[in-house]
């Protein structure tokens, strides 16, 4: 890492203090060798305190943020890695054990075919080869040819030191994009990346003819150009580029510049390859511009809608109208904020006249039922909808302009997503199921008929899903009901308070969904229980779930999650020494806060790359994302309402000692050292005050935090995946059993 020469040279000058803990943290190791590991110890600094708003903020762990103390950071965490791994070392026989479960559980009995798209003279698809790697394929329709194998994904990662991720072919079919991100090297993990164009000639073979740098997303336009997004320093998309191939990106024309802060940019196309979309959104309000996808480059915009806040909406095309989803509000010519969100809804629009003044209603639901999304074709409308939280998918006939519910297995109780549905003229459509003890079925409906046709199952080794048992409760807070969802084996008696693992997210307005999770498979075949909490701020019942539960409302997401704790306690379906709480990035802020609030009603807890330093990060606009998500957590720069409010349940801020007879839950976090969207020092902070001031510096009390400095902030996919699993069920199995006595 050569990069890192200057900063630790400047660490060495600015920092010394700090830096001779380094021999601090190998001393230590070296004792811990002859006894018990010793979790290390971080520098505390006080220092000054900030003052916002009149309140003292003291942070005698800001120094973990600085950039120029990124060598010191680095030695802290590295002795909290070594720490973990002697605190873990007892578990690596269970650890090997769960990795070979959850491997065989992948085992897929009968794959589904792969998804076909038929464009000009081709058919294009992609398969697994021999050693599973994934080769993008196209056959003639029709006539002499055979199987043409455009790209190796695993030959292209090998030659350019990149792993694909997306690849389109152009509308003429003569050149394939393939936008990908560095493997290696001090850009791995970073979320834009390298868009490598080839031609393609008529036998398939490819040729490669220029690269573009620091792509986030992309798609042909007419002739020779490509359209693409591009991050600013602050991981936004905030640019939408024009390229003509041959021509230096240097001379690259900017068709789109948004300057708002909140505002996340990307390009698409509709379906009917019509129109390119520009949207220009928020976390809760949309602004979408549109252009002829024939038309020349660089193209004039037409605006549909301008900004609201409150309001969304997501355009496609068909035939001589655009078919829009939008929450929009009766009114047309209001602008103000909208507090209280309103149902989503269906309109059209005519080609010509695509601005809001001209959409009028083509689908509304009834109360109770929600729109979640839409899929647009030649023939038919497809709406993936729920009612009461449960998944329901309608098929509305745009000849008849009759709408028909498609017949859902499991009683409606499973997660139904679309599968890719490329394919414009056509009446069949894909769509994924799963359920918390079925790992995947794909299934091919005919939309005319509304019959199944074909059906694909992946199968879990040694998973009898009718040996399970999925069971919906609702946990009363105030006047509202919070459901969640149970998941144990059938010879489990929830009576006896087996070991029971809830988890958590509630953000963003992202539902947690009652879906197969490869990591719970060694937890529900040794007797354990999983509760899902679907909590405010997520998007399980509809928008107005997702406002209650964010902004100044974001304490009833913690709320919401102890109650659901305390009604498994009440109940005697838990117990305090074998319940444990989960939570990811967001999911980890509720955990952690709930740690704060009631550490009395957990055993264990397992936090993967937390948010857990809102205020922090809230308060520093040159932070990655802040400006983005101001909608999500508010602005306490601006405003003390939105300060109090986040400083009321910030794991950070309200840690505080235990009384001397407490006990407290052994907790496991996680952090990706290449994270860009929680940054290893948040949880680095969190971990280092609880030592210190948390109650996690007495003897029993069990912190393991494993920073994995080449990861960024989503699982690796395979066996990293599977051993970030097995690390946590792990954990979790060990302490359950400690405080057991087994």
């Known amino acids: 890492m050569a990069w890192l020469a200057p900063v630790l040279s400047l660490c060495r000058r600015q920092c010394v203090p700090a830096c001779r803990r380094a021999r601090h943290y190998s001393l230590r190791s070296v004792l811990s060798r002859f006894g018990a590991p010793v979790p290390p110890t971080a520098p505390a600094e006080p220092g000054p305190a900030a003052e916002w708003h009149g309140f003292a903020r003291p942070d005698e762990y800001a120094w973990m943020q600085d950039p120029r103390r990124a060598a010191c950071l680095r030695e802290y965490l590295d002795a909290e890695r070594r720490y973990a791994d002697r605190a873990m070392r007892p578990t690596l026989r269970l650890q090997r054990a769960l990795q070979k479960e959850m491997s065989r559980a992948t085992e897929v009995d009968r794959p589904p075919p792969p998804v076909e798209t038929r464009s000009g003279d081709h058919v294009y698809y992609v398969r697994s080869g021999a050693d599973e790697a994934q ?26 030191g990149h792993d694909l991720q997306t690849l389109l072919v152009s509308d003429d079919h003569s050149a394939i994009g393939c936008l990908a991100t560095r493997r290696d090297g001090a850009h791995a993990g970073t979320e ?38 591009v991050l600013n320093g602050k991981l936004r998309a905030h640019k939408v580029r024009c390229h003509r191939a041959g021509q230096p990106q240097s001379q690259d024309v900017d068709i789109y510049t948004e300057r708002d802060d909140e505002c996340f940019v990307d390009i698409t196309r509709t379906k009917d390859k019509r129109f390119h979309v520009v949207n220009s959104s928020t976390l809760d309000s949309s602004e979408v511009r549109v252009f002829s996808a024939d038309g020349a480059a660089p193209p004039g915009l037409q605006l549909l809608r301008p900004r609201q806040r409150g309001v969304e909406y997501f355009v496609d095309h068909h035939g001589n109208e655009f078919v829009i989803l939008t929450n929009s509000p009766p009114d047309d010519s209001a602008r103000a904020p909208v507090a209280c969100p309103l149902p989503f809804r269906l309109v059209r629009a005519p080609s010509s006249r695509p601005a809001s003044e001209s959409w009028t209603d083509m689908l509304h639901m009834p109360d109770g039922q929600r729109i979640e999304d839409v899929e647009i074709f030649r023939d038919y409308i497809m709406v993936s909808a729920k009612r009461h939280g449960r998944p329901e998918v309608i098929i509305h006939n745009r000849s008849s302009r009759e709408n028909s519910r498609l017949p859902l297995p499991h009683s409606s109780g499973c997660v139904v997503r679309p599968e890719p549905n490329p394919q414009f ?24 008929t509304l019959r199944q046709t ?33 998941v144990h084996h059938e010879s489990v008696d929830l009576s006896t308070a087996p070991p029971t693992l809830v988890r958590v997210y509630g953000a963003y307005g992202v539902s947690l969904e009652p879906e197969f999770r490869l990591e719970d498979v060694p937890l529900l075949r040794r007797g354990w229980a999983i509760a899902l909490a679907h909590v405010r701020g997520g998007g399980e019942l509809g928008r107005e779930w997702y406002a209650a539960g964010r902004g100044r409302n974001k304490i009833n997401t913690v709320t919401d999650l102890l109650s659901c ?11 305090p020494e074998r319940l444990a709480v989960t939570g990811v990035s967001a999911g980890g802020l509720a955990a952690g806060a709930a740690l704060n609030m009631a550490p009395e009603c957990f055993r264990a807890a397992t936090l993967h790359v937390p948010f857990l330093d809102p205020l922090t990060a809230m308060l520093s606009p040159d932070l990655p994302l802040t400006g983005v998500e101001t909608a999500e957590w508010g602005d306490p720069r601006a405003s003390a309402a939105d300060y109090a409010a986040i400083r009321a349940y910030a794991p950070y801020d309200c840690i505080v000692g235990p009384a001397a007879t407490a006990r407290r839950p052994a907790v496991l976090v996680t952090a990706g050292g290449r994270d860009q969207r929680v940054a290893a020092w948040q949880p680095a902070k969190w971990v280092a005050r609880m030592r210190s001031r948390g109650g996690y510096s007495t003897p029993g009390a069990r912190l393991v935090f494993v920073p994995r400095m080449d ?20 954990f979790l199995i060990a302490e359950v059993a400690a405080r057991e006595g087994r």
């Not at 704790?565 to 117990?575: F, P, S, T």
């Not at 989503?714 to 051993?723: P, R, T």
């Open 135 to 160: 080769l993008y394929c196209r056959r003639p329709v029709s006539g002499p040819g055979g199987e043409q194998v455009l790209l190796d994904a695993a030959a292209f990662a090998e030659a350019h």
């Open 711 to 730: 990861e960024g902030h989503f699982h690796s996919d395979g066996a990293g995946s599977i051993g970030a699993h097995s690390l946590r069920n792990a």
């Open 425 to 448: 003229d056509t009446s069949v459509v894909r769509l994924a199921l799963s359920t918390p003890v079925h790992m995947g079925t794909v299934l091919e409906y005919d939309m005319g």
């Open 192 to 229: 834009s990346g390298s868009l490598f164009l080839f031609s393609l000639s008529e036998d398939g073979a490819t040729e490669l003819q220029q690269t573009l740098e620091g792509v986030f997303s992309f798609v042909f336009g007419p002739g020779n150009t490509v359209y693409y997004t």
């Open 454 to 486: 074909r059906s694909w199952g992946a199968t879990s080794l040694r998973i009898d899903a009718a040996s399970y048992v999925v069971r919906h409760e609702r946990v009363p807070v105030a006047q509202l009901q919070v459901p969640l969802t149970l």
């Open 565 to 575: 704790a305390r009604l498994l306690l009440d109940r005697g379906w838990a117990a």
